[in-house]
Nanobody, 123 residues
Framework: QVQLVESGGGLVQAGDSLRLSCAAS????????MAWFRQAPGKEREFVAA????????YYAASVKGRFTNFRDNAKNTVYLQMNSLKPEDTAVYYC????????????????WGQGTQVTVSS
């Protein structure tokens, strides 16, 4: 049973930082791509960032590039999203998702996802 469990969300002010975690279990993720998506009320789920577990290649949406960093801890089977210089428009539920091999910026192409963690950025 594959499980992805996100944590680390919260309420912060604009300009603050947060680190989200995605703990993965239930299989070996060495050949998987791990991604972060977010969904704000009334909006579609949008791609935020991704990395391929084997190569650690990273990919970012233009809206977060330079502010967010996606990285992994192999020993803990955990992926992190470090979010700096947060803006009110970053407010959303953030989801961790996984699929074999290659990343995608389309949420429906992922096989596994977590329950999400809420990030709220006040102005």
């Amino acid at each position: 049973q594959v499980q992805l469990v996100e944590s680390g969300g919260g309420l912060v002010q604009a300009g603050d930082s947060l680190r989200l975690s995605c703990a993965a279990s239930g299989r070996t993720f060495s050949s998987y791509a791990m991604a972060w998506f977010r969904q704000a009320p009334g909006k579609e789920r949008e791609f935020v960032a991704a990395l391929t577990w084997r190569t650690s290649n990273t990919y970012y949406a233009a809206s977060v590039k330079g502010r967010f960093t996606n990285f992994r801890d192999n020993a803990k089977n955990t992926v992190y999203l470090q979010m700096n210089s947060l803006k009110p428009e970053d407010t959303a539920v953030y989801y961790c998702e996984a699929r074999p091999y290659y990343h995608s910026d389309i949420a429906a192409r992922y096989d596994y996802w977590g329950q999400g963690t809420q990030v709220t950025v006040s102005s």
